[in-house]
Each structure stands twice: as structure tokens, then as C-alpha cells.
């Protein structure tokens, strides 16, 4: 990650696109999805972050390992609005579990890495079965020629249940993603909004070299106990008013959190 970010334990806050056209709660047309987004590009910029993320949390309920074309193009629109508003690294994530889809929109926006659920190992989100992606993913990179996108990936990821790998632990879990050819272990609370356990994050950095970032959770009260072995930061909730996701983002929450971590 050294040659995404310009400090090290970035912080990278999540924009959460408006509902994309077709779902169930879908309102604005597409110039206002991407005005509303370069807005909050422009708002995580101004306040401090390391990067931005984009995800289509709004879309609820997903659809099961892949999303219809006019899901890619609209997210490559505001892929491609975010990073010319920030010029930060930015990634994206395209639930649930429309890993391939991500990696394209990445690709064509100029996005720097994607956030890949199932990548390895399958587990029972609230859609259903999600099987492991590691080996079409890594393929599909390699065939369109976005080998410099990174792929980050979620183990033992949040609303989810894992009975079906019970006898693979979280650490196994991050081994793995090491040995697949992932760039980076994502670790999780149970659900949004909750932090991981602090010996989940221990146990992934003792069990690959990658870099391991929390996905969940993270607070200006509890950050400093993760900073000794975290290495990055993805904020959602925290960085929008009353702290739930599907506020606008609050400058002033980013900035109290930045300032936490580089104190």
C-alpha cells in the first residue's frame, strides 16, 4: 500500500452511492448520483482522508455474485467523478459480491483497488451461498489488463455467518488470501458499524505478511488500542452525521477522527 498512500495507516472514508438505477428505492437520475458523490469526494478531501471508497449500499436488497450493465456504468460514472474531484486513491466495492464487475469499473475509472467479498472461501450472506472468487477474479484481471487494481478482501465478512468454514479460523482465512494472490485482508465487526475484535485483527497479522485494514467499527475512541496493529483504516459510519451510514457526511466527525490518528 506504500505505493498508494502518501501516509502510512491510511484512512479511507466510504461514500454510499445513492440507489443505482432499477432498485427498489432508486429516485435520482444519474447526474444528481454522481453530483451527490463528487460532493462527498469533495467534503473527505478537504477534511484529511487518505483515500475514498465507493460502494452501492443503497441498492439493498443485492443481488447474489453480480449486478446488471446498468449498475456498471452508472458506478463508473461516479467512479471516475470521485477520483477526478479528490485525485486521492479510491476503490469500490459492488455488493454482493460482484467482484468481476468492480474490477471492470475500477479498470475503466482509473480506481485503484476493489473490495472483494467471497474471495476465498464461501460463506452465507443474507443473499445466499457466495463462493470463492480468487481464481476467475485474478484471471479476469490478468485478461483485461488492470493488474495495477488492487484486490482487498473481506475474511469472515460481517452480516454473514460462517458455520460452513467453522473449522477454518479468521487467521487461516487471511493465510489464505496471502497465498491466493490478494493485496490486502479486510477484517470486520459482526454487522455495520461494529469493531472488530481485537483478537481477530491480531490473529490475521500473525498469519500473513499483507497489510491488514479494519472495515468496521473504528472510532475516535478506540482507534489509538488498533493503531500498534492495524494498517489501515475504512470509516462508514463514523464520518456521517449521528454516526449511521446512511447520513451525510460530517467534516467535523472526519476531522476529530483524523486528528486522533495522527496524534
Request: some cysteine; hydrophobic content about 45%; glycine content about 10%.
Amino acid at each position: 500500500m506504500n505505493n498508494l498512500f502518501k501516509h502510512a495507516k491510511p484512512v479511507i472514508g466510504m461514500i454510499h452511492v445513492a440507489a443505482l438505477p432499477g432498485t427498489p428505492s432508486a429516485k435520482l437520475t444519474i447526474p444528481e448520483i454522481v453530483e451527490s458523490a463528487r460532493r462527498e469526494a469533495a467534503l473527505y478531501t478537504s477534511s484529511g482522508v487518505d483515500g475514498i471508497a465507493i460502494e452501492n449500499m443503497h441498492d439493498v436488497p443485492y443481488l447474489r455474485g453480480g449486478v446488471g450493465p446498468e449498475i456498471v456504468a452508472a458506478m463508473t460514472l461516479v467512479g471516475a467523478a470521485v477520483k477526478a474531484e479528490s485525485g486521492l486513491p479510491v476503490g469500490i466495492q459492488i455488493l454482493a459480491g460482484a467482484n468481476c464487475e468492480a474490477l471492470a469499473v475500477a479498470h475503466s475509472a482509473g480506481l485503484d483497488f476493489i473490495r472483494a467479498e467471497g474471495f476465498v472461501f464461501a460463506h452465507v450472506a443474507d443473499e445466499g451461498i457466495i463462493e470463492s472468487s480468487a481464481a476467475k477474479l485474478l484471471r479476469y484481471r490478468k485478461q483485461i489488463g488492470a493488474d495495477r487494481v488492487q484486490v482487498w478482501a473481506d475474511v469472515k465478512k460481517k452480516h454473514s455467518a460462517h458455520a460452513i468454514t467453522a473449522d477454518v479460523s479468521l487467521g487461516i482465512t487471511a493465510e489464505t488470501v496471502e497465498f491466493m494472490r490478494g493485496d490486502a485482508v479486510i477484517v470486520t465487526g459482526s454487522v455495520t458499524g461494529d469493531a472488530p475484535r481485537m483478537d481477530d485483527v491480531k490473529e490475521a497479522k500473525s498469519h500473513c505478511k499483507l497489510p491488514v485494514l479494519l472495515g468496521s467499527g473504528v472510532t475516535p475512541e478506540n482507534v489509538a488500542a488498533f493503531l500498534p496493529y492495524a494498517d489501515g483504516f475504512i470509516i462508514g459510519s463514523y464520518f456521517k452525521e449521528g454516526g449511521h451510514w446512511t447520513g451525510p457526511v460530517d467534516p467535523a466527525r472526519i476531522r476529530s477522527f483524523m486528528s486522533a490518528v495522527r496524534g
